[in-house]
């Protein structure tokens, strides 16, 4: 098997914007598994409180705005991270998780009210194959294998060689002392950790990370999904998968009852509309809007649209993006002939809205948005289906609730309030993860 | 005579880009008010675009309400009654994509023929002249050879201007196609009989790769020194095979021998049919009386300085059946000048870089379009 090493022995290999074309090519795979696997025996001597302490300090290092992860990576989503990262934030999902009680990573330990002691122990070298659309998401699965003790073996994406080798090699730097009074090393952490590349159609090394995985974790398209799982591979390996779904906001008319309610949804709206350009599963393309409030539909597209320019200033889009300008201005022509189209001068973003549309939109990304009117918010339930992730809401909780319950009997996995759509959270797309990386034991 | 039919009175580069300017305006302006009347959604388009029948005749063409060229595949747009419609234009797509659709009228099928003469006569000379035609004979297709069938009809509009047409290849029993190197031979005889100069005429890359590579590769040689070379169909198949217009250009001149100025690289597009960019003998496209361009920034979509790259708009006002007279292209290209140039053409000359990259969405937010459960969408 022929492989370019990214990252592999607490250090990058790639500097930014290398070019797949540019990588040394390795061909000893099984000595790469094996330094993360001898290096995973320090990972699993310590402790999870441990661990979540490191990730914190690094979290308050990336969140000076000087620092250098600030600055190759402030358009990226590095925020997103930080917050991720957090102290409050990975207890909470970790204890979520694991049956409320995270120390079970730590050994074993009484289940409330029974007399069973569990323990989780890791299931050995989680594979993560990582989509291109939002670089971030690679750190948000390895750090859920980092939590659960595993040896991490990461496949990155051509478009972004270098992000997770250049926050790995940041974290490598970051020591702390433990509660016992030890130095937790941050270099020993990150050599439990590996990141290649190589060819996609290249099946003899899909193969072989395959075979060498306890548990393959793939996001990315329906292609990319199907492919690693019909992929060889051992007998017990867990495998989770994020394939590609699409997700909405859906907004009640009691909720648009004055023009300043209606502002600041549409604020909060068009925020979760701007971030990743829309390519996250969770990101809204279709809103949805309730008629019969004071203000209608087509009056909330227009106060939607001026949302997204002050937005558009705020959170800047990448400069090596490439917004698919047909599409856009086609949509463009298309609503100011049939519709109502409001936009910005250049590509910035697209608000788009029609009496007659009915159904979810065909996404057309980089913050376009198509707002249609509905009689009932329960119609939505109509479009929903094992392809729709996060139904984003602006509803009393009553109706919240009620709402909640038809959508998610029909395939939706979150109902956040609009604003948090595009936070990413345990569970996502229905699953556990990190229940998923551990082996649960027992003893009476 | 109309606006327009002033602006074919006149030799295609002849005029000044000030006066210009002015009559082209005011064909253009006209051919708005036209559409602006006769396209309602098209009217509605340019209502919120800050343009009604008021507006000011004297304005920038960069202020000029423009279309996106795939909104010909989305949107099936007339400015004509139905009746009056008398042909269907659809342009040529690689497998999977959608055509564009423009129809036609016989007024606009009418300026588009006569365009296309006024522009190519300018270019080859007055008298019409034979066409060697490197491409398959149309009678002799298969039904099953749809690429043949779709260059044999962009070709046609062309072959009006030739004094007699020989197609000079066939299809070989793989299936490809190949030179008749003895019908080559008697079509120049023939030419050469009537005392006229030919034109080679045909696909930029069934010119090379199948006519003067093979041809090269037999080493066969003519020596058409006075004959013309007219290639049109963009070089988006030579991409692959990293062959620039000079390589091209070099080729044509060992095998066929025709001087570098008088071989012809001819661009346009379905959607403004009739209106042609020919290379002048300095190998540099212009804009003809018929026709202005605007090179737009791909982000902010504002005109660019002359030099800097981007996206390519074509303003004429020929289109009479379909609200096509400003249309902004996938191609990207740059304005190299809007003076004279040293062959005595005036127009705005421009070059074309190659297409626009297209955006790719991958990830778990790639969800395919046919899984989208749309109900019901009537837009």
Redesign the interface.
């Known amino acids: 098997m022929n492989f370019h090493i990214l990252f592999a022995q607490g250090e990058s290999k790639v500097e930014q914007d290398t070019l797949a074309s540019n990588l040394e090519t390795s061909d000893n795979f099984p000595d790469l598994i094996n330094s993360i696997k001898n290096a995973q025996q320090y990972l699993m001597s310590l402790e999870v409180d441990d661990i979540i302490n490191w990730l914190d300090q690094i979290c308050l290092t990336w969140s000076d705005r000087n620092s250098e992860v600030q600055r190759k990576y402030s358009n990226q989503g590095i925020n997103f991270l930080i917050y991720w990262f957090r102290k409050k934030n990975l207890k909470e999902i970790s204890d979520l998780a694991l049956r409320g009680n995270r120390h079970f990573l730590d050994g074993f330990h009484k289940v409330e009210n029974t007399n069973v002691k569990l323990s989780a122990q890791p299931r050995g070298v989680v594979s993560h194959w990582i989509?291109?659309?939002?670089p971030m998401?690679g750190m948000l699965s390895l750090i859920q294998g980092i939590i659960t003790k595993n040896a991490n073996l990461v496949k990155l994406?051509k478009d972004n060689l270098d992000i997770v080798p250049s926050l790995l090699a940041s974290m490598s730097k970051v020591n702390i002392m433990s509660k016992s009074g030890d130095m937790i090393e941050g270099k020993k952490i990150v050599e439990s950790i590996a990141c290649i590349y190589y060819s996609s159609s290249d099946k003899t090394a899909l193969d072989e990370m395959s075979l060498n995985s306890q548990v393959r974790v793939a996001?990315?398209?329906?292609e990319?999904v199907e492919t690693i799982i019909n992929l060889p591979r051992r007998f017990g390996c867990e495998d989770i998968v994020?394939?590609?779904?699409?997700s909405f906001m859906v907004i009640g008319s009691e909720k648009l009852t004055t023009i300043e309610s209606a502002k600041k949804i549409a604020k909060k709206a068009s925020i979760d509309a701007s971030q990743f350009e829309?390519?996250?599963?969770?990101?809204p393309h279709t809103v949805f809007v309730e008629k019969g409030g004071i203000v209608s539909p087509k009056e909330f597209a227009k106060l939607l649209s001026a949302e997204m320019e002050s937005t558009s200033k705020r959170i800047i889009r990448d400069p090596d993006t490439?917004?698919?300008?047909?599409?856009i201005?086609?949509l463009r022509?298309?609503?100011?002939?049939?519709?109502e189209?409001f936009y910005s001068?250049?590509?910035e973003w697209t608000v788009l809205y029609?009496d007659?549309?009915?159904?979810?939109?065909?996404?057309c990304?980089?913050r376009t948005l198509f707002v249609r009117p509905i009689s009932d918010i329960l119609e939505v339930a109509?479009?929903?289906?094992h392809?729709?992730q996060t139904a984003g809401v602006a509803l009393n909780d009553k109706r919240k609730e009620n709402f909640a319950l038809n959508v998610t009997a029909k395939g939706i996995d979150r109902v956040p309030d609009i604003g948090a759509m595009t936070a990413y959270e345990v569970p996502w797309d229905g699953i556990f993860m990190i229940d998923r990386l551990v082996r649960w034991c027992k003893i009476n | 005579m109309d606006s327009y039919e002033t602006l074919l009175s006149v030799p295609p580069h002849s005029i000044n880009q000030i006066e210009k300017n002015k009559l082209f305006k005011k064909a253009l302006f006209e051919n708005f008010l036209h559409h602006y009347t006769n396209c309602l959604?098209?009217q509605?388009?340019c209502i919120?675009?800050g343009w009604n029948k008021g507006h000011k005749t004297d304005f920038n063409l960069e202020e000029f309400p423009y279309?996106?060229?795939?909104?010909f595949?989305?949107?099936h747009l007339t400015s004509v009654s139905n009746e009056n419609l008398v042909r269907t234009l659809q342009s040529s797509a690689t497998s999977g994509q959608i055509p564009s659709t423009v129809s036609l009228d016989n007024a606009t099928r009418n300026r588009q023929m006569k365009t296309l003469i006024w522009l190519l006569a300018n270019r080859l000379g007055k008298d019409r002249r034979p066409f060697l035609v490197m491409d398959v004979d149309p009678k002799n297709i298969k039904a099953t050879q749809h690429k043949i069938s779709a260059r044999a009809a962009a070709v046609r509009g062309f072959l009006t201007a030739a004094s007699s047409v020989s197609y000079c290849m066939h299809e070989a029993l793989d299936g490809e196609i190949e030179i008749n190197l003895q019908q080559l031979l008697n079509a120049l005889e023939e030419a050469q009989n009537s005392g006229k100069k030919v034109v080679i005429f045909g696909y930029t890359y069934v010119l090379y790769i199948y006519a003067a590579k093979k041809l090269s590769e037999k080493d066969v040689k003519f020596n058409l020194s006075n004959a013309t070379l007219l290639h049109l169909g963009g070089w988006k198949k030579l991409q692959s095979q990293a062959v620039s217009k000079e390589s091209f250009n070099k080729l044509m001149n060992n095998v066929f021998g025709i001087k570098t100025k008088n071989i012809i690289d001819c661009y346009g597009f379905t959607e403004q049919l009739g209106v042609l960019y020919l290379d002048g003998e300095d190998g540099i496209k212009r804009t003809s009386m018929v026709s202005e361009v605007i090179v737009r920034?791909?982000?902010?979509?504002?005109p660019c300085m002359d030099g800097e790259e981007g996206?390519l708009e074509f303003l004429t006002p020929l289109p009479l059946s379909y609200p096509g007279s400003a249309i902004?292209t996938?191609d990207v290209g740059r304005i190299i000048s809007r003076e004279k140039g040293n062959d005595g053409r005036q127009g705005t000359a421009f070059e074309i870089l190659g297409r626009?990259?297209?955006?790719e969405?991958?990830?778990?937010?790639?969800?395919?379009?046919q899984?989208?459960?749309?109900?019901?969408?009537?837009?």
């Open positions: 989509s291109g659309n939002v998401l994406p996001w990315g398209g329906m990319a994020f394939g590609p779904k699409t829309q390519q996250g599963c969770n990101a490439l917004p698919d300008i047909g599409k201005l086609t022509a298309r609503y100011d002939m049939l519709g189209a001068k250049g590509l029609s007659d549309d009915i159904g979810l939109a065909d996404p990304y980089f109509d479009f929903c289906s392809l729709t | 959604p098209y509605k388009l919120k675009r279309l996106p060229v795939e909104i595949k989305d949107m920034n791909p982000v902010t979509l504002q996206l902004l996938d626009r990259k297209k955006s969405i991958r990830g778990c937010g790639d969800i395919l379009s899984s989208m459960k749309t109900i019901g969408k009537k837009l």
